[in-house]
């Protein structure tokens, strides 16, 4: 059974950083594209960021130069390093494989990262 699971999230002001890490189990980690997704009140599930297996990245034109997607592939994880946070940035944080968000399955609980002015 794929299991994602994020962590990491939290309250910070406006310019601070966060990092959240999403651990998977269930997959062959390594050979799936993941993305960062977020969801704020009101709004649609949003694309944030992307990383390949062979490690290339894409990201949100509102995100880019601010936040880092990575992965170890080791352990199973990909994390999301969030800088300059802006409260836009405010929303449900989730993390997914490619392949399980575009048939809209596979979402865990997120994390809730909160940006005060």
């Known amino acids: 059974q794929v299991r994602l699971v994020e962590s990491g999230g939290g309250l910070v002001q406006a310019g601070g950083s966060l990092r959240l890490s999403c651990a998977a189990s269930?997959?062959?980690?390594?050979?799936?594209?993941i993305g960062w997704y977020r969801q704020a009140p009101g709004k649609q599930r949003e694309l944030v960021a992307t990383?390949?297996?062979?490690?290339?990245?894409n990201y949100g034109g509102s995100v880019k130069g601010r936040f880092t997607i990575s992965r170890d592939n080791a352990k199973n994880t990909v994390y999301l390093q969030m800088n300059s946070l802006k409260p836009e940035d405010t929303a449900v944080y989730y993390c997914?494989?490619?392949?399980?968000?575009?048939?809209?399955?596979?979402w865990g609980q997120g994390t809730q990262v909160t940006v005060s002015s």
């Open positions: 997914n494989t490619i392949a399980a968000a575009v048939r809209n399955t596979g």
């Open positions: 269930g997959i062959t980690f390594s050979i799936n594209t």
């Open positions: 990383i390949s297996s062979g490690g290339s990245t």
